[in-house]
């Protein structure tokens, strides 16, 4: 059973910023991703790293997050900046060996909130 245990998130001033970090317990799962759930709404992708090197951005966050992952692919981070008031929710790391579309492992969940 892969395990994905996250870190980070907290609270923020809107225009402030913040990081998730997210270690897997394996190595070299092709697709890892940042989803997030605000209360009342649908679960959305937020970031996804893929393949040797590529990465989809949500276009509500385009410009202000980076994902990135270290080399062996074990750890992935989602930096936060300028963040807004509408970026409050609870943010998931997800996982496959295979696919993105339905990551089969997910990580426990941090809550990110911006005040205005």
């Known amino acids: 059973q892969v395990q994905l245990v996250e870190s980070g998130g907290g609270s923020v001033q809107a225009g402030g910023s913040l990081r998730l970090s997210c270690a897997a317990s394996?190595?070299?799962?092709?697709?890892m991703s940042w989803f997030r759930q605000a209360p009342g709404k649908e679960r959305e992708g937020v970031a996804t790293a893929y393949g040797r090197r590529s990465i989809w951005y949500n276009d509500s966050v385009k410009g202000r997050f980076t994902i990135s992952q270290d080399n062996a692919k074990t750890t992935l981070s989602l930096q936060m900046n300028n963040l807004k008031p509408e970026d409050s929710a609870m943010y998931y790391c997800?996982?496959?060996?295979?696919?993105?579309?339905?990551?089969?492992?997910w990580g426990q969940g941090n809550q990110v909130t911006v005040s205005s």
């Open positions: 997800a996982a496959d060996p295979q696919q993105c579309r339905t990551p089969t492992y």
């Open positions: 394996i190595r070299g799962l092709y697709c």
